[in-house]
């Protein structure tokens, strides 16, 4: 089931929004301002956003490029019939495509369901299955779990970190170079922010995280990925 984020600050279209796509089969979330959906984004996974370009604050032009350059989830802008410069924008920015208000509901069903496709396709040719010990790490999926089937929780932030360090296994990576993938603003720019979020995913990875063997410290340099993969 597809998951739609929709970012809107017009409450009676976002809520229309929402009950219609629902009753067509996809999981919804509703954001009223870029930093609803921030947060909606940091815990979720989403497929695809359908925003608003005339947002209050971070409007949906800013929201296209900044989720653009770090994502590859389908983006389908709402725009007037006068916005034709913001669709233009838009469209140079990254988004897949646009709708205009007032849209139809069929229409809109359709260009949802197209780029879906097209997203799902992208992500299944480029899809990392990366496999250490008990567990198996999708990428694409944003997904870890254990052999066994069993769901393990990361944060985004988490995520960025373990993709990297597991994409570059046997290199060290320095602090710096982990908080570049860092992609939430709360985490600010601190280095040092990387040694929380490696000791929370060696109590997630590692039997004894007082002595790591999946990630292991460099003294002075950073941390390496050392568990083999399978």
Known sequence: MAHILIIEDEPVTRATLASYLDAQGYKVSQAETAEDAESILEEQDVDLLLVDINLPGKDGLQITREQRAKSELGIILVTGR???????????????????????????LARLKNLLRRTEDVRRLS???????????????????????GSISLTRAEFEVLDMLVSRAGEVASRDALMSRVT???????????????????????????????????????????????
């Open 82 to 108: 006068d916005d034709e410069i913001d669709r233009i924008v838009g469209l140079e920015l990254g988004a897949d495509d646009y709708v205009c208000k007032p849209f139809n509901r069929r229409e809109l």
């Open 184 to 230: 939430h603003r709360q985490y600010g720019a601190n280095p040092r922010t990387v040694d929380v979020l490696i000791r929370r995913l060696r109590g997630k990875l590692e039997e004894d995280p007082a002595n790591p063997r999946v990630i292991t410290t460099v003294h002075g340099e950073g941390y390496v990925f050392t568990a083999p993969l399978n």
């Open 127 to 149: 899809r990392r299955i990366y496999r250490f010990g008990k567990f198996q790490f999708d990428v694409a999926a944003r997904h870890l779990q254990t052999v066994e089937g």
